[in-house]
């Protein structure tokens, strides 16, 4: 099963890099040949069952795939680019806003889908001009794997330190309020218990390790020590990590305020914990230590990369 799935999709992406919009205007009526014919051969799938199984696409989508030919698909031109429309609508409103935030001079496709000419004429069209230049270089799908080599041989950094584009930090709990107007707004939270039967609410602040537009080092770790367990009845101690573009946000139910991970680490009742991001050559990384057992647990970040 493995072996099918690695040859069709072999089989499609040698066809999607063939796909060359301009044949629309010189031959409409010739198709995209997608080869599945090893498939056929190996007997892992039938002309029968490949038969069959256009027929179906046909009915569910009300579409009108050609009858499969001595193990090809057939793919109509104009079907081919409406395949490729959603996605590519996509990364035009991403370099449009990029553009718009950055001026650029050149535009480089690297990476699989570059290859695609669809992918290149499109991206040419709307782009390039007098003060701008689309580049493809002439192995695309190899220039990231190539980049990551040569930056991974490279002995010294290639910057030394960088500007945080947002501020970074966690989430507080601390006692609610009731004459503190910001408390009120936010209602109450949660509830714990202190040790002694009492019973009180808490909400959750916002605590700054890395403040927007803040000159870091590679290697910077920002750290903040002494969390213990809110309640005797807790066995951990939580961090919730936090992004915004408000260099002065307080609360993380702030609008801006985006969750990128979370870190729970063993602490008892009298013990202490410590939390800390770290600003590397390429990520930035978190981890919480207990104090006193010096075990660490470390966070998983979750980047979204189209807000980057």
């Known amino acids: 099963m493995l072996v099918c799935t690695v040859d069709l999709m072999k089989a499609w992406e040698e066809a999607k890099i063939r796909f060359d919009p301009s044949q629309l205007q010189d031959d409409p009526a010739t198709p995209v040949r997608i080869n599945v014919s090893a498939l056929v051969l190996s007997g892992v799938l039938s002309q029968e069952r490949l038969e069959q199984a256009v027929i179906d696409y046909n009915s569910r989508h009300g579409s009108s795939l050609p009858k499969p030919k001595r193990g090809h698909l057939l793919m109509p031109l104009l079907q081919m680019q409406f395949l490729f429309k959603k996605v590519i609508g996509k990364i035009f409103q991403k370099v449009d806003a990029l ?30 001009g007098q003060e701008r230049r689309v580049i493809v270089p002439m192995r695309p799908q190899l220039m990231v794997v190539k980049g990551a080599v040569l930056f991974g041989l490279q002995k010294d950094p290639p910057f030394k330190s960088r500007v945080a584009r947002d ?46 537009n803040t000159l870091i080092r590679v290697s910077d770790t920002r750290e903040a020590k002494g969390f213990s367990p809110a309640g005797d009845d807790q066995a951990t101690v939580t961090f919730s990590l936090y992004t915004t573009r408000n260099p002065t946000a307080k609360w993380v139910d702030e609008p ?4 990128i991970g979370e870190v729970e680490v063993p602490c008892a009742r009298g013990q202490t914990s410590t939390i800390a991001m770290s600003f590397g050559r390429t990520e930035i990384s978190a981890k919480a230590t207990n104090d006193v057992t010096n075990e660490i647990r470390r966070a998983q970040i979750k980047w979204d990369f189209s807000k980057l």
Do not use: W
């Open 99 to 128: 553009i718009r935030q950055h001026p650029v001079q050149y535009i480089y496709l690297v990476g699989g889908f570059a290859e695609s000419k669809m992918l290149q004429m499109r991206v040419k069209q709307a782009f390039e």
């Open 167 to 212: 501020t970074y930090g966690f989430d507080v709990s601390v006692r609610y309020d009731s004459e503190n107007s910001e408390h009120v707004q936010r209602g109450c939270t949660k509830i714990v218990s202190d040790g002694k039967m009492k019973r009180y609410v808490k909400i959750d602040a916002f605590r700054s390790l890395v403040q927007q």
């Open 256 to 259: 801006g305020m985006e969750k």
